[in-house]
């Protein structure tokens, strides 16, 4: 079992940034894909980003390329999503995810393929 704890989400306007964070607990860290949702209202969960155990693979949804980045700090137990130059568009609850492998460049990117979720992060961009 892991446990998720989201943070960093906020208020901001459009062209800012944030910075979310998801702290891990329990199983080992090392040994989980790792990836971010987000979900607005009335819509369906989205796949927003993913990096493998290795930390090495990372995958990025074609609308937050170039814009958000995924990394993850394994002596901090720690997954990180860095948004810029951020959109309306953008505004979601963000969830963090996490899923056991024992392939360490394994990378998942849709929900059903992970087995553990945080409760979420509202980010709000105002325009």
């Known amino acids: 079992q892991v446990q998720l704890d989201e943070s960093g989400g906020g208020l901001v306007q459009a062209g800012g940034s944030l910075r979310l964070s998801c702290a891990a607990s329990?199983?080992?860290?090392?040994?989980?894909?790792m990836g971010w949702f987000r979900q607005a209202p009335g819509k369906e969960r989205e796949f927003v980003a993913s990096?493998?155990?290795?930390?090495?693979?990372?995958r990025l949804s074609d609308s937050v390329k170039g814009r958000f980045s995924i990394s993850r700090d394994t002596t901090k137990n720690t997954l990180y999503l860095q948004m810029n130059n951020l959109k309306p568009e953008d505004t979601a609850i963000y969830y963090c995810?996490?899923?056991?492998?024992?392939?360490?460049?394994?990378?998942?990117?849709?929900?059903?393929?992970?087995?553990?979720w945080g409760q979420g992060t509202q980010v709000t961009v105002s325009s």
């Open positions: 995810a996490a899923e056991y492998t024992v392939n360490s460049g394994r990378l998942f990117s849709k929900p059903d393929e992970y087995s553990y």
């Open positions: 329990g199983r080992t860290y090392s040994s989980y894909s």
């Open positions: 990096i493998a155990w290795s930390g090495r693979n990372t």
